[in-house]
């Protein structure tokens, strides 16, 4: 019996993300969080490599659209959303100038300026590939073809798999070896929890449980969903999780540990939309200034600006707009307009991509607030190439994986051809009854319906589920709790047998109470989680979703009361947060350790040679 502590020492947690690969052994506090994207060397000059925000936009939301450039009446709409969200800011919301440029730096100044997106003809003829921070460096190298591999949280579309997962393997086992220190001839004698996206494809998966069991060489391999390992992070078995990624959001409800298929969904807005949004607030900003740069070439900097220093600037501006939010509620209590702050916040930007110069930035407290809201606050339908910026989780009707052929699709194929094969047997015998009239006893029908396949009891079929939409975030996590609450209802049943033998037994639908209680318990536990649920940005979405979803609750209420007779209480939401844990479902999966029933899930290499994805279907955690 090997003890807890050796247990997590051989144990590596890695959680993929679409910019972020979170990775480190259990008996760490935190993960290392690297830039999931590699740089390979160009064996021919004459085709270069692509830029390093080429590829990493693909899908989703368009990102030319008002949703980035902002329309005057959305826009507007933010500004008094976000006034009204915070107290002291309420005097604030009639300004002009939202940002502006007003003073040149030394390029010395910014130390990010000296190690990202600087190696512009400089190549390592000694590695075939680079990755995390070194292939940042050389993005804009074109000697370089640079790419992310994971795109909205999937594989990024467009591309073979086996080179998306060769470069996976490559990536992964750098991370292993040099940021945890497992070399790739130890790793059978380790074990390895894959962090996967609530809402999955499930060919995807079985090529990431291959990669790690096959190509990689792990001893074992556990797999669970990131929403289910953050209510483990945080003690709670019930809750609607949204995931604030990158460039993806999903929203999935928790219950008991299962997260329920039928209230996932993932919305192609995140963290990156953000940046676009500042970067063409930026484009339009104000300079202020006589720069020794022509302010053309200034403007066409911004326009063009890397995303990696817009990420440094806006975390940094962020920061200052938290302090300048304490200071400005502190002089609200102390009712003293002298010491009032200013509205501004200011911090450098690095500019230009050969080049390089740094400035700094003024922007409007309320810009910052704004822009980190505007995205979750209008989602709009139209999307890159005709494709939806939702996606929801398909049955495992409509995803037969090859190497299963025994799961849910067989098992209802089978079943209704036995269906139809015994009413044709029951017409053809209709003459061959016994004497006195009776039927024979029909053991296959008894077998089908003792062995009936899983019922299409899903509230919204699979064809309805890609045709909905929703016009803002608050509007999905709505809609997932409803999905959350009707899966109770069309469960909640009792059974009242008769105690005569001869009578049927009676089946009793349960009323709405069960339901409405399960969409107060969501309401109340609403769990906001990821990189993009930090910082004042994230305390932002925060208020706005408890505020946004304890109006929609209020309106069901009044709708549902009128038409009953009745009037009940409306109940309200509150989100909740983790600040202290930005890697929640990382440091959720820890715990999944310490629970007894792990030692019988996990998945080993002869296993899933011999079953292939029948190991995910009878060990995953999930409903598969």
């Known amino acids: 019996m090997r003890s807890p502590l050796s247990l997590a020492e051989s144990t590596i947690i890695i959680e993929p993300g679409s910019y972020y690969l979170r990775i480190g052994r259990a008996s760490e ?15 021919n000059p004459d085709h270069g490599g692509s830029g390093v925000f080429q590829v990493n936009t693909s899908g989703g939301i368009d990102r030319t659209t008002d949703h980035v450039t902002g329309k005057e009446e959305t826009w507007k709409q933010v500004n008094d959303t976000v006034a009204g969200l915070f107290e002291q800011t309420k005097h604030l919301r009639d300004f002009e100038d939202q940002i502006s440029i007003c003073c040149e730096e030394p390029n010395d100044s910014d130390p990010n300026a000296t190690h990202l997106f600087t190696e512009t003809s400089k190549t390592y003829p000694d590695q075939d590939y680079l990755v995390f921070t070194e ?19 999937f594989f990024r579309p467009g591309v073979n798999p086996s080179i998306l997962l060769q470069d996976l393997e490559d990536i992964w086992l750098c991370g292993l070896e040099k940021h945890v220190g497992a070399s790739k001839a130890n790793l059978p004698s380790y074990r390895a929890i894959l962090v996967i996206g609530d809402v999955y494809k499930r060919n995807e998966i079985r090529f990431l449980t291959d990669l790690l069991l096959t190509r990689l060489r792990f001893g ?42 039928d209230t996932r969904v993932s919305v192609s807005v995140g963290r990156n939309d953000v940046l676009r949004l500042f970067q063409r607030l930026l484009s339009s900003a104000k300079v202020e200034q006589e720069f020794t740069t022509p302010e053309s070439q200034i403007r066409e ?20 707009s938290s302090e300048l939010l304490s200071r400005l509620a502190a002089v609200e209590h102390s009712e003293s307009a002298d010491d009032e702050p200013s509205c501004w916040v200011a911090a450098p930007l690095v500019l230009g991509r050969n080049k390089k110069h ?40 409509h995803s037969s994986q090859p190497d299963d052929p025994f799961d849910d699709l067989y098992v209802s194929m089978t079943t209704r051809e036995r269906r139809r094969r015994h009413a044709g047997q029951n017409a053809a015998a209709g003459d061959q009854n016994g004497p006195d009239g009776a039927d024979p006893v ?11 396949g899983p019922s299409n009891t899903s509230v919204i079929p699979q064809q309805q589920e890609e045709e909905k939409r929703f016009d803002s975030l608050a509007d999905a996590v709505w809609w997932s709790i409803c999905q959350c609450a009707k899966l109770i209802t069309c469960q909640a049943f009792t059974e009242i047998v008769n105690p005569s033998a001869s009578a049927p037994a009676v089946t009793v639908p349960i009323t709405n109470a069960a339901a409405e209680e399960m969409r107060r318990r969501l309401l109340s536990c609403i769990l906001l989680i990821g990189g993009g649920a930090n910082g004042v940005g994230g305390e932002c979405l925060q208020k706005w979703l408890g505020t946004q979803l304890t109006k929609l609750a209020k309106e069901s209420v009044v709708s549902s009361g009128s038409q009953a007779g009745k009037s ?16 929640l479902a990382w440091f959720g999966a820890r715990l999944l350790l310490t629970t007894e029933s792990i030692s ?25």
Not at 600 to 624: H, M, N, Q, V, Y
Request: charged letters at 20%; glycine letters at 4%.
């Open 358 to 397: 740094v400035v700094t930035v003024r922007t409007h407290v309320l810009t910052v607030l704004s822009a980190n809201l505007m995205p979750f606050f209008h989602i709009p339908s139209k999307a890159n190439k005709q494709k939806s910026p939702f996606n929801f989780q398909q049955s495992s009707l």
């Open 442 to 452: 029909d053991t296959e029908r008894a077998e089908v319906e003792g062995n009936e």
């Open 220 to 261: 074992r391999v556990f797999v669970h969903q990131a929403g289910v390992c953050s209510t483990y992070g945080v003690g709670l078995p019930t809750a609607c999780v949204v995931n604030v990624g990158d460039q993806k959001t999903s929203v999935c409800c928790v219950e008991d540990g299962v997260a329920h298929p």
């Open 301 to 320: 900097d911004c326009r063009s600006a890397d995303l990696e220093y817009m990420r440094t600037y806006l975390q940094n501006a962020e920061e200052a």
């Open 600 to 624: 019988d899930l996990w998945i080993t290499p002869t296993e899933w040679r011999r079953f292939g994805s029948r190991a995910l279907r009878e060990k995953a955690p999930f409903i598969w």
């Open 568 to 583: 009940d209480t409306p109940p309200l939401a509150e989100v909740i947060s983790q600040p202290d844990h930005p890697d």
């Open 135 to 153: 292939a940042l460096a050389v993005a804009n190298n074109p000697a370089y073809y640079f790419s992310w591999p994971l795109s909205n949280g």
């Open 29 to 43: 506090t935190s993960p290392k969080k690297l830039p999931h994207c590699i740089a390979r060397l160009v064996k």
